[in-house]
């Protein structure tokens, strides 16, 4: 097959490509370059891309503490990625499978710090502390290979891996970090009038991925006897699974179960339990921080992290009270103080089924 010898507009490095190519994936700086059509073929764009503007609000300006929102006037890059086939997820062994997904958006102007290392220390948690074998770990972040970038198309189909052929006794993990946003409501399930959503790498051509679809892949196919946890650690995620119970804590520890359950939609479980801890409200913002080790880590993922390296044994109420403590000394340090609901950041959990949050321990 003929082929154009074309050079990354990122790094410069030259790369052999199809003349029927759309995309060059560099695999030194693994950026993608849109390639414009020309009557015989592709050949690159010489514009640094097309700019779209997405407004929003964000708490996060101190910069050691960045926001995973949706930044006022928050310029990005319009980047094709290149179209791959879905990703090799490993085979599953044993009772325990895991989809971790990372995501910086390197090159954009509002990129994140943290949410690579949030995957080693989540990887290396259910690795240590929770036995789940490597190979029954997927990892999507930009630091993989092509197949196991967080696209759209990879993360659906990672997302619909982790629950394939699950039966009683089996354990997941769903592990997002990275920037989350909100969108309005079409279809009368969310009671605040907006559905959560997930932003892939390629959100801007692809789209981003709502909390109905996420429900309907992960959730709702879990028979009895599968349990699900979500780990969530981006903005407004305090529904990000659609679950139809939110435990709300108040700063006393006392709690109360939320009925969120809508007639719109079922979003429960097909027998089986699906828990959702997540980085904040759907009205607040959550952060990347120096503040815990002088490297930036998500303060959600590491705050959960250490709390479960650090107390062998805790309930699901001691576990989002003491990381509730750990995340307010993180944003104290940094001179975040406010203690304004739209302005803090307050782990949640939400549940497809009550139950006693101080006498239930937490597993994976």
């Not at 009772?95 to 290392?117: D, M, P």
């Not at 605040?192 to 932003?199: R, V």
């Not at 309930?315 to 989002?320: A, E, I, N």
Request: with cysteine.
């Amino acid at each position: 097959m003929a082929s154009w010898r074309l050079s990354c507009r990122f790094c410069g490095r030259p790369t052999l490509v199809p003349v029927d190519a759309q995309t060059l994936c560099c695999t030194t700086c693994r950026r993608i370059t849109t390639l414009q059509s020309n009557s015989n073929g592709y050949l690159p764009s010489g514009a640094n891309g097309n700019f779209n503007t997405m407004s929003g609000n964000t708490y996060a300006t101190n910069p050691g503490y960045a926001g995973h929102g949706r930044p006022n006037l928050w310029n990005m890059v319009r980047v094709q990625l290149q179209p791959q086939n879905a990703p090799q997820p490993p085979a599953a062994h044993g009772r325990k499978r895991a989809v971790l997904c990372g995501i910086t958006y390197k090159g954009h102007s509002k990129s994140l710090k943290g949410s690579i290392n949030d995957v080693l220390y989540m990887k290396k948690l259910l690795l240590e502390r929770f036995g789940f074998p490597g190979s029954s770990i997927l990892v999507l972040t930009e630091e993989e290979d092509i197949s196991h970038l967080p696209t759209k198309k990879n993360i659906r189909a990672a997302m619909r891996w982790l629950v394939q052929g699950c039966q009683p006794g089996d354990s997941m993990v769903f592990h997002y970090s990275g920037h989350g946003s909100q969108v309005r409501d079409r279809d009368g399930d969310e009671l605040d009038g907006y559905d959560e959503s997930l932003l892939p790498v390629d959100y801007e051509t692809e789209g981003r991925i709502i909390d109905d679809e996420i429900n309907a892949t992960i959730v709702r196919p879990l028979p009895k006897g599968v349990k699900l946890h979500s780990i969530i650690d981006t903005c407004f995620s305090g529904t990000f699974l659609d679950l139809p119970n939110v435990c709300r804590i108040n700063r006393d520890g006392f709690y109360k179960w939320e009925d969120h359950r809508s007639h719109a939609a079922y979003k429960g479980t097909s027998g089986g339990n699906a828990i959702s801890i997540s980085a904040c409200d759907d009205h607040q913002n959550s952060g990347d921080t120096t503040a815990f080790t002088g490297a930036a880590v998500g303060a959600f993922t590491y705050s959960l992290v250490q709390t479960l390296k650090e107390i062998p044994k805790l309930t699901y109420g001691q576990l989002l009270n003491v990381m509730r403590k750990k995340i307010d000394a993180a944003r104290q340090e940094v001179g975040l103080n406010s203690n304004e609901p739209h302005k803090s950041q307050e782990p949640q959990l939400s549940s497809s089924d009550k139950f006693e949050v101080y006498t239930r321990e937490f597993s994976l």
